[in-house]
């Protein structure tokens, strides 16, 4: 079955740092997202992503993050200057022409 | 705005215990449901889902059906194993200008003992 792939799968960075997440959704999917899980709390949306631009992004989704399709299988959230806050869980996932989201097993990203 | 509301974990169940993880929602119109399931180190899997009013999604012995009138999307299985300890999420999708964003609840943290 085909599968959303992320790398790595924990990150720890210092705070101040930019930090690139990777993901490689499925090959024949067209919408891609973000969403991201901080300890304890609920799964939240950060941006999706369609024909190569941003199609949709919450207020968590704010300057100093950005999203990119560099080489048409890679899909990255950049995070410009982590804070301790930005520690969470972030999930990539894809979906195709008929609803059916994919996630990915999740990049642990601690700040310190 | 939409919301999800699931009831707080951790449950922990005996082997062959009756499961129920409480979820209700908040939506401006009719939304599709989802429960999703995340085992130890992996992603979210769909679980199940149900698309309108009185449909009930259904998968390894998990159930739940959509309640308009109360607004809810209750889990439920008969007979809990211990290979279904993972955390749940109930989730909404309300279609709306192309948007396919999904609002998640907390979680629901469920550990079975033999």
């Known amino acids: 079955e085909p599968e959303v792939t992320q790398t790595p799968s924990h990150q720890v960075t210092q705070m101040g740092q930019e930090v690139i997440l990777r993901c490689v959704p499925i090959?024949?999917?067209?919408?891609f997202y973000w969403y991201r899980q901080i300890l304890g709390q609920k799964v939240e949306f950060l941006v999706s992503?369609?024909?190569?631009?941003?199609?949709?992004k919450s207020e968590i989704f704010d300057d100093q993050f950005s999203v990119e399709r560099p080489d048409g299988s890679n899909f990255t959230l950049k995070i410009r200057s982590t804070k301790l806050e930005d520690s969470a869980m972030y999930f990539c996932?894809?979906?195709?022409?008929?609803?059916?989201?994919?996630f990915g097993s999740g990049t642990r990203l601690t700040v310190v | 705005g939409d919301s999800v509301t699931q009831m707080e974990g951790p449950v922990t169940l005996s082997e062959e215990a009756f499961l129920t993880i409480n979820c209700t929602y908040t939506?401006?119109?009719?939304?599709?449901l989802f429960w999703y399931v995340q085992y130890p180190g992996e992603g979210l899997q769909l679980l199940l889902k149900?698309?309108?009013?009185?449909d009930k999604g259904s998968n390894k012995g998990f159930e739940a059906t959509y309640r308009k009138e109360t607004t809810s999307f209750h889990l439920e299985k008969g007979s809990v194993q211990v290979s279904d300890s993972a955390v749940y999420f109930c989730?909404?999708?309300?279609?709306?200008?192309?948007?396919?964003?999904?609002?998640f609840g907390k979680g629901t943290k469920l550990s079975v003992i033999p």
């Open positions: 992503f369609y024909n190569n631009e941003i199609s949709e």
């Open positions: 939506a401006t119109g009719y939304p599709s």
């Open positions: 090959s024949n999917h067209l919408y």
């Open positions: 989730a909404l999708w309300l279609s709306g200008a192309g948007s396919y964003q999904l609002t």
């Open positions: 149900a698309t309108k009013a009185d």
């Open positions: 996932a894809s979906t195709g022409e008929t609803y059916g989201y994919t």
